[in-house]
């Protein structure tokens, strides 16, 4: 299985911060990584996937990067609805396997 | 647009079979996307349990193989996950996800908590 490793776990940021989150695999994965937002109490939303490709209808302040094991989620400036826990995602192969979450909090 | 809406008991007993539906509504489910769950143990991240293609090829995370089964009713618009043999580890919320790609989950279920307990 593919370890996915997330840094922070938490992080206390600020409205209009920008806010960087890191993403760590096992084994290189190219760019097969996924990044989902949750909010509290609801379910995960794609965000970006193959590591920079900005989901449908995702606000333009996220962005990702990143190829072979380390992987960057940033959002440019950070609004009141982006205080939410982020996980990421590999889809290289499967079992599929997600970093163990990074929690955004006020 | 893609929605996907969970049902089943909210409670079952350790050693019994955990059965849950998906209703799939505004997407064909025989339209070449991949369908599946993933669920989320209180207070901790998520786990992929398996995914199915419409044509009914089916991927399951090795650790629970031996107990899952993910299957498609096309005629229903509907996808089941059975899990035998359930503990108390299984207690999550699962979601049903459904995406153009196996790796890649673009529509999620709101979750169905699904407790293991006497």
């Known amino acids: 299985d593919i370890q996915m490793t997330q840094s922070p776990s938490s992080l206390s940021a600020s409205v209009g911060d920008r806010v960087t989150i890191t993403c760590r695999a096992g084994?290189?994965?190219?760019?097969?990584l996924n990044w989902y937002q949750q909010r509290p109490g609801k379910a995960p939303i794609l965000l970006i996937y193959?590591?920079?490709t900005l989901q449908s209808g995702v606000p333009s302040r996220f962005s990702g990067s990143g190829s072979g094991t380390d992987f960057t989620l940033t959002i440019s400036s950070l609004q009141p609805e982006d205080f939410a826990t982020y996980y990421c995602?590999?889809?290289?192969?499967?079992?599929?396997?997600f970093g163990g979450g990074t929690k955004v909090e006020i | 647009q893609v929605q996907l809406q969970e049902s089943g008991p909210g409670l079952v007993k350790p050693s019994e079979t955990l059965s849950l539906t998906c209703a799939v509504s505004?997407?064909?489910?025989?339209?070449?996307?991949?369908w599946g769950w993933i669920r989320q143990p209180p207070g901790v991240g998520l786990e992929w349990v398996g995914s199915?293609?419409?044509?009914?090829?089916?991927y399951y995370d090795p650790s629970l193989k031996s107990r899952v089964t993910i299957s498609v009713d096309t005629s229903k618009s509907q996808f089941s996950l059975k899990l035998t043999s359930v503990t108390a580890a299984d207690t999550a919320v699962y979601y049903c996800?459904?995406?153009?790609?196996?790796?890649?989950?673009?529509?999620w279920g709101q979750g169905n908590l699904v407790t293991v307990s006497s």
């Open positions: 995602q590999q889809s290289y192969s499967t079992p599929l396997t």
């Open positions: 505004g997407h064909s489910i025989s339209s070449g996307y991949y």
């Open positions: 199915i293609h419409h044509s009914g090829s089916t």
């Open positions: 996800v459904g995406g153009r790609w196996l790796q890649t989950f673009d529509s």
């Open positions: 084994q290189s994965i190219s760019t097969y």
């Open positions: 193959a590591a920079s």
